[in-house]
């Protein structure tokens, strides 16, 4: 491996407190975001910027996320075209496969397709200022999850005070805040909706399970089904949360000895994706042995199959056992390779860079992830979260520390799972959450994970294969001072001529042979897209 060529750049401190670029509270920092230009740039030591990079999207209709899914034979099947511009826009499809249908007004697709295959449609979309149309593949077979699963989740803001207005309204947020036009789908209940034996808060209280042995859930949650049917009203997915043990991580009841029931049911209110949670199943494993650490998750991975309706299942056991190794032979659709990134709301940073790139890179991960089988390093903490005494507040990451975050996830092929407030979304964290350039590395058909290829000191570059046989490259700088980062071709296995985009702003930085270069900031990142000169 050639390393990467690095000139360091001491950066002037300043007591000024430069200007806000959002309204948003300042993010402490060292320097402020790369200019690609490859100019040296002094920035403020105080405080960096939350610069946004993301241009609107066009008025005109675009296409966006995923260009496959994976269904199985007789399963709902429910797809909404994500698709930006002005409304109202008119949707279409054409070669839909027998068995489904479409909502010309919301873009909605449902219904139930009985046989195997690979059914490729093009999907349509118009409005007064155009159209735009796009080539999609639905696979009905036995894979789901064919690209990473992209959604919101409700532990890092709410925790153990989750109720079902909160899951409507994080449903809602996704459509108002226009996420789902940009690929986002799944809406996930973590922990604490189930009842919690010996509570003194009546609102956990309640019968644990009904007379066929099948789970309840706490008073907070009146009505499970109307809760998915309302969730899937909206063109989303609904998620829940449990564990293999008796209690939860939180000591809400578990599925331990109710595995087939609490599966049924869950498919009974209309579930399309499950978290499965180590927690006190380490009281009932035997010893930490690969056998035993499979074996939960071998059980429910074999139930889920035998359910009527698709659900999709993630593996949270924090990384044990190598569990990228095995993860998806037992039936897991994506895996948590390290322990929860915001254990500690001020660790959350260094839990980043230690978990996100440190235990990505050492385990080559990269050879384990694939269409179907997703390496999870946790949650995007971006935006209000949960700071873990009793108030929410402003993720402590820097702005480019945010703009690391999401890109790292995307060139790791992980699951875009947002973990803050999905209901008070800020204008900089709703564009670091919908670059639709950004989110085509991770939304990808090939679905090849990314991997470290170059490293010297604190700068390293990560390079993930494209489809079309372009390669999308992110240039990181772990140091303390911005950096002037150089990457030569056979760092990544190029030759020639390579066009270069920058995907966080969508532009065209210009042609290259031989090397790349720009500044990176501390803490930061540069993206971009490397293309062969077309002849």
């Not at 996320?65 to 930006?84: E, H």
């Not at 808060?201 to 789970?215: F, I, M, T, Y």
Request: charged content about 25%; some cysteine.
């Amino acid at each position: 491996m050639k390393p990467v060529h690095i000139t360091l750049i001491i950066l002037a401190a300043s007591l000024c407190r430069g200007d806000q670029s959002t309204s948003d509270p300042p993010r402490w920092a060292m320097a402020g975001v790369a200019d690609t230009s490859g100019a040296s740039k002094a920035v403020s030591a105080s405080r960096e910027e939350a610069v946004i990079l993301t241009p609107p999207p066009p008025r005109a209709p675009r296409i966006n996320g995923a260009k496959i899914f994976g269904v199985r034979p007789g399963s709902p099947f429910l797809f909404t075209i994500p698709a930006t511009g002005d409304r109202p826009m008119v949707f279409a499809v054409e070669n839909l496969p027998a068995g489904l249908k479409m909502d010309a007004q919301t873009g909605q697709i449902s219904g139930v397709v009985s046989s195997r295959g690979e059914y490729t449609v093009t999907f349509k979309a118009s409005n007064a200022l155009g159209r735009a149309e796009r080539k999609f593949k639905i696979v009905c077979g036995d894979t789901l999850a064919l690209t990473p699963h992209m959604g919101w989740n409700s532990w890092y803001v709410w925790e153990n005070h989750v109720t079902d207005k909160i899951m409507r309204e994080a449903a809602d947020a996704m459509v108002a805040s226009g996420m789902i036009n940009h690929g986002y789908m799944y809406v996930n209940i973590d922990d604490c909706w189930s009842v919690k034996p010996g509570s003194k808060d009546p609102s956990l209280g309640g019968e644990l399970r009904d007379a066929q042995g099948k789970v309840n859930s706490n008073r907070r949650f009146p009505d499970m089904k109307a809760l998915t049917d309302y969730i899937h009203s909206k063109g989303l997915k609904a998620g829940i949360y449990t564990s293999p043990g008796p209690l939860t991580c939180a000591g809400h009841v578990g599925a331990y000895g109710h595995e087939i029931q609490d599966a049924e049911r869950f498919a009974e209110w209309g579930f399309d994706f499950l978290k499965y949670d180590w927690c006190s199943y380490g009281k009932i494993a035997k010893n930490k042995s690969r056998g035993e650490l499979e074996k939960p998750y071998r059980l429910i991975g074999d139930i889920l199959k035998k359910q009527p309706r698709d659900i999709v299942l993630n593996l949270c056991q924090y990384g044990m056992g190598s569990v990228w190794e095995w993860g998806q032979e037992v039936g897991g659709h994506s895996w948590r390779t390290a322990g929860d990134l915001g254990l500690s709301f001020e660790g959350i940073a260094t839990a980043l860079f230690r978990d996100g790139f440190d235990v990505y890179s050492r385990n080559e991960l990269h050879k384990f992830g694939g269409p179907g089988a997703w390496n999870d390093p946790d949650y995007l903490l971006l935006g209000y979260l949960s700071n873990w005494k009793g108030a929410t507040a402003p993720t402590p990451l820097t702005p480019n520390e945010q703009y690391t975050h999401v890109s790292l996830w995307c060139l790791l092929a992980a699951p875009l799972i947002f973990s803050g407030d999905i209901t008070r979304l800020d204008a900089f964290t709703l564009s670091l959450l919908t670059n639709d350039e950004v989110i085509e590395v991770d939304q990808d058909p090939l679905g090849k994970p990314g991997r470290r290829a170059a490293k010297e000191d604190n700068l390293e570059v990560w390079a993930k294969e494209m489809e079309d046989g372009s390669k999308a490259v992110g240039l990181f700088n772990r140091g303390e001072v911005e950096a002037r980062v150089t990457v030569k071709w056979p760092d990544l296995g190029l030759r020639g001529k390579q066009t270069v985009r920058d995907l966080w702003r969508q532009k065209d930085l210009g042609t290259f042979e031989g090397q790349f270069q720009t500044s990176v900031p501390r803490h930061g990142v540069v993206l971009v897209k490397m293309a062969a000169l077309a002849h």
